[in-house]
C-alpha cells in the first residue's frame, strides 16, 4: 500500500526558509509523479510544484524561483526547498503522488496527512 509521510514544517520569520520531505513507503518514486499543493481553510487545494518520473520539475507562479522540488534517487524522499518565504504562504502542504503529469488535485491518487507551515510577517 502507498503511504507518505510529511515532514519539516513549522513556524518561520517572512524571509526565511524551510524544507519539507515527503518520505515513502510501500514503492519507489519513480513509478509516480510526485507533487506538493497546500491548501487554507476555506480555499481549494493549489497546486505548488511537481516532478516527473524522470526527474523535470515544474513550479507554479506564486513559488517560481522561490521554491524547488528535488528528489536523490528513486527510493529517497522528495524534498520542498521554501526560500524567501511570505505570510501568503502559510497553509497546511501536502505531498501527493499520481500516474500523470498534472496540476490538478483530482490527479492524484495517494496523500499525505499535510504538515503547516506558518510565516510570520
Known amino acids: 500500500q502507498v503511504q507518505l509521510v510529511e515532514s519539516g514544517g513549522g513556524l518561520v520569520q517572512a524571509g526565511g526558509s524551510l524544507r519539507l520531505s515527503c518520505t515513502p513507503s510501500g514503492y519507489t518514486f519513480n513509478k509516480y509523479v510526485m507533487a506538493w499543493f497546500r491548501q487554507v481553510p476555506g480555499k481549494e487545494r493549489e497546486f505548488v510544484a511537481l516532478?516527473?518520473?524522470?526527474?523535470?520539475?515544474y513550479a507554479a507562479d506564486a513559488v517560481k524561483g522561490r521554491f524547488t522540488i528535488s528528489r536523490d534517487n528513486a527510493k529517497s524522499p522528495v524534498y520542498l526547498q521554501m526560500n524567501s518565504l511570505k505570510a501568503e504562504d502559510t497553509a497546511v502542504y501536502y505531498c501527493?503522488?499520481?500516474?500523470?503529469?498534472?496540476?490538478?488535485?483530482?490527479?492524484?491518487?495517494?496523500w499525505g496527512q499535510g504538515t503547516q507551515v506558518t510565516v510570520s510577517s
Open positions: 501527493a503522488a499520481a500516474v500523470v503529469d498534472s496540476i490538478e488535485a483530482l490527479s492524484y491518487n495517494f
Open positions: 516532478i516527473t518520473r524522470s526527474g523535470s520539475t
